[in-house]
């Protein structure tokens, strides 16, 4: 069973199931013209926070292959998406004026919307050169995105555009990613499941 840490920012609550360490399995199905792409690989993903208003993110992939030959890997931040204030620290290394915004939870009560969520973002960047800005919903033990954004180096292989769907179901985190990438549309690209490490 999971229990919330007490010092958990209150403005991370809604994103504190995700918190710890998963690691778990997968599987890359991706048609690309008349071939398809497919293949098993193993994961770990870590959530984790520093007592501010952001979970930090990473994910390292390896192939079954018998080798464990290194995947990929992508590191990040995902927050609740509201406007900054005074008290939020930045831009770079300027501390926040005043006290923090939403240091209760009913105060994060009224990031809450209309539809029963909140709306969150995500910045991810990959080391292939490639930089993502999600934005998207969580509403209880569910995650959507979608980028906003997609920025890639010159070297970069081509990239435009990805969806990700996160959700615990029955004490595991499940995962989806469809990605518009090498000239081809949004498309299915990869899923996984993971379980809680000890």
Sequence with gaps: MYTL???VPAELAPLS???GVWEGSGVVHYVDGETVREHEFGQRVSFSHDGLHYVNYSSSTWLLDGEQT???AEAGYWR???PSQAGDPGPGML???GDRPFPT???VEQLRTSRDDFEIEVALIHPSGISELYLGRVKGPRIDLQTDAVMRSASSKEYSAATRMYGLVEGKLLWAWD???LGNDLRTHASGTLSRAE
């Design 70 to 72: 290194p995947l990929n």
């Design 17 to 19: 199931w995700l918190l």
């Design 5 to 7: 840490d007490a010092n």
């Design 105 to 107: 939870a009913e105060s």
């Design 179 to 181: 990605i518009a990438a």
């Design 80 to 82: 609740l998406h509201r």
């Design 95 to 97: 501390p926040g004026v």
